[in-house]
């Protein structure tokens, strides 16, 4: 079975030492937030990850695939690239829906 993102976070986080409180503080985040990240009840936008990528000082491809010497499976990969790409425009068409709803409300 595949790892989830939140496992390969996770790793990350205690290959640094950190609590799950420390690593929220450090993303300026809740801690029960965080924890969600980790066990995969947040979809994470591509912002988030690459805030993650770059505070646990790991490449976003190892937060994506969990291979510290990013030589996964460039299919594997490619996979969860276009996962991440459709989230994003789910989110984006998401986010227009709300704002015509703003409107029509007149709000």
Request: proline share 1%; charged share 30%; with cysteine.
């Amino acid at each position: 079975m595949m790892k989830s993102i939140g496992d390969h976070i996770k790793q990350s986080r205690v290959a640094l030492g950190l609590s799950q409180a420390e690593a929220a503080k450090l993303l300026n985040i809740s801690t029960p937030a965080f924890c969600k990240i980790e066990t995969g009840q947040t979809d994470l936008n591509v912002s988030r990850l690459l805030q993650i990528a770059k505070t646990f000082k790991v490449s976003v491809v190892q937060l994506l695939s969990g291979d510290s010497d990013n030589g996964g499976s460039s299919e594997e990969l490619s996979v969860l690239k276009k996962e991440l790409s459709e989230k994003e425009e789910e989110l984006n068409r998401l986010r227009k829906k709300v704002i015509e709803l703003y409107d029509k409300l007149g709000i």
